[in-house]
Every structure is written in C-alpha cells, then in structure tokens.
C-alpha cells in the first residue's frame, strides 16, 4: 500500500510559476506509475499529467502541454509537477494518484489518492 500526500499549493500569479510535489510513503512506490489530476467545484477529476514507475515517459493532457513538466525522485520518494505560463483556469484542487496503468485518465484505474492541495491562479 502506498499513502501520498501533496504539498506546495498556493496562490500563485497568472504568467507565473509553481511547483507541487506529491510525497509518498509505504511499500513498493518505484512500482507505480504516478499522475496528477486536478478539480475544481461541481466537476469531475481531470487528468493533468503522468510519469511511469521509472520516470522515462510521461504524458500531458493538451489544456497543460508544454506549460506543466512531472518529474520524479524514487529515492525521495516525490512526484513534482512544475507548473509555468500559469491560466486562471489551472485554479483547482491537484490530486496525485498511484496506479499500475500508464496510458488511462480514468480515476477509477487509480489505487491510491492523495487529500490534494489547492491551486488558485489570480489574473
């Protein structure tokens, strides 16, 4: 079993930066793949990005392609998504998730959850 707790949420400037990491404790985290997710009030939970169990692929949906990078340190133990060129519309809460499925944005394919950390981007 692997828990996961998300870090780094704040509010943050449209145009600018932020990084969130995702830290996980438990057994065998070097075996999942790791995605961020993302929602905001009255939506569904929005795949954001991916990174397989080694870190040599990730994936990123088009709405944060070229603006969001995932990184991961399995010696640490964290997930990070460096978030750039920042919207208004990034505003949500971000959720990392820990699965054995790669290429699905599906939540139900997701095993564990973290609480999640908000976002808010002012314009």
């Known amino acids: 079993q692997v828990q996961l707790e998300e870090s780094g949420g704040r509010l943050a400037q449209a145009g600018g930066s932020l990084r969130i990491s995702c830290e996980a404790s438990g057994h065998k985290f070097d075996t999942y793949n790791i995605a961020w997710f993302r929602q905001t009030p009255g939506k569904d939970r929005e795949f954001v990005a991916a990174?397989?169990?080694?870190?040599?692929?990730?994936r990123y949906s088009d709405s944060v392609q070229g603006r969001f990078y995932i990184s991961r340190d399995n010696a640490k133990r964290t997930v990070d998504l460096e978030m750039n060129s920042l919207k208004p519309e990034d505003t949500a809460v971000y959720y990392c998730?820990?699965?054995?499925?790669?290429?699905?944005?599906?939540?139900?394919?997701?095993?564990?959850w973290g609480q999640g950390t908000q976002v808010t981007v002012s314009s």
């Open positions: 998730g820990a699965g054995l499925h790669f290429y699905t944005d599906d939540v139900q394919k997701y095993l564990y």
């Open positions: 990174i397989s169990w080694g870190g040599g692929t990730t």
